[in-house]
């Protein structure tokens, strides 16, 4: 009845000046703001048609003109360009504007951080608060297989970076691309590598790199730290490395490392392994795998922690018990 109703008055108005009439009509009404009074959201899934975003748009009040705008789509054969998605609307915001960035994918792009220092258990934890689809019984445990990765144990796989994703990603999606994106990064590293490193491949120099990034407090320390790492593998030193230990303690470590526990063996134990532990104990970053792949030269073999996030560097054992003393014991009987 509205479209008769219509070419009536348009025949009414005369062929020409009528249809001018019309056109110019459906150009005001999809020009025209839509009801949005704060930044909202609409998701139009997929295989969602235009009549879909119309009645979507006209049932959440943000319009009343959901005919107008359907002759507008049409006309400009936006209908067939739709695509679906996460869109942000805007005060102001008209159904012609709306339409454009539906017609360019003009979606919203959320963000997801990988922290440098975090485990891939924390990483996966962080994920699941995600709106990515996410994986049903995805784990840490599961995650090699999943991903296909070279290595058991995808700890140190992931660079931390901060990743884009639509709505409709999943979680793997994001997880190939961070694991991508590490293949790439430590590899034209590693191709521009120091000389005289004791590393066989890259994945040796990415384990020290997560120790690297577990033992920094200040940025500035991570090139020392990295030569400490270095020469004490080259004189065949232990690398007695907290962190390590802690990792492999697991979920059982509870705030306090003891003396026990650096005596307890395991696989990451660098207080009773010579070497490397198995694998890398987190994820570090681009500084740390830059500075194990090009660290200073040094006559460093030891640090221990100011108390304000950096560390005292020492050449010998003796300057190293004094920095001890002085940062650690002293710290603690006042």
Excluded at 27 to 48: C, F, Y
Excluded at 213 to 237: C, W
Aim: neutral net charge.
């Amino acid at each position: 009845m509205r479209i008769a109703a219509l070419l009536i008055l348009l025949c009414g108005l005369g062929g020409g000046a009528g249809w001018l009439w019309f056109e110019k009509t459906i150009e005001d009404r999809a020009s025209s703001p839509l009801s949005v009074e704060s930044t909202d959201v609409i998701d139009v899934a997929r295989g969602m048609r235009l009549d879909d975003v119309i009645n979507l748009l006209t049932s959440r009040g943000f319009t009343r003109d959901g005919w107008w705008i359907r002759r507008y789509a049409i006309r400009e054969g936006i209908d067939k360009r739709l695509q679906s998605g996460e869109y942000r609307l805007l005060p102001g915001d008209s159904a012609l504007s709306l339409f454009e960035r539906m017609a360019r994918g003009d979606v919203i792009r959320r963000r997801f951080t990988i922290i440098e220092g975090w485990t891939v258990a924390q990483m996966l934890g962080s994920l699941r608060e995600t709106t990515l689809v996410h994986t049903p019984g995805l784990s840490a445990r599961n995650l090699a297989a999943t991903l296909g990765l070279e290595h058991d144990n995808p700890e140190g796989l992931f660079l931390p970076d901060t990743y884009e994703y639509v709505r409709s990603d999943k979680d793997l999606d994001v997880l190939r691309r961070a694991k991508e994106a590490m293949q790439s990064m430590l590899g034209s590293t590693w191709e521009t590598r120091g000389d005289n490193l004791p590393y066989q491949d890259a994945y040796a120099a990415l384990i020290v790199a997560s120790m690297v990034e577990k033992e920094t407090g200040v940025d500035s320390d991570r090139p020392l730290i990295a030569s400490v790492f270095a020469r004490r593998l080259m004189i065949g030193m232990k690398l007695q490395s907290d962190p390590t230990v802690i990792y492999g303690i697991g979920a059982a470590f509870d705030g306090n490392l003891t003396r026990r526990h650096l005596n307890t063996p395991t696989p990451y134990n660098t207080y009773t392994i010579a070497g490397l532990p198995p694998t890398p104990i987190a994820l570090p970053g681009r500084e740390s795998i830059a500075a194990v792949l090009s660290p200073p030269a040094t006559d460093f073999l030891y640090f221990v922690g100011r108390g304000d996030g950096s560390s005292q560097f020492s050449a010998t054992l003796t300057e190293h018990n004094k920095a001890v003393n002085t940062y650690q014991r002293a710290g603690s009987r006042g």
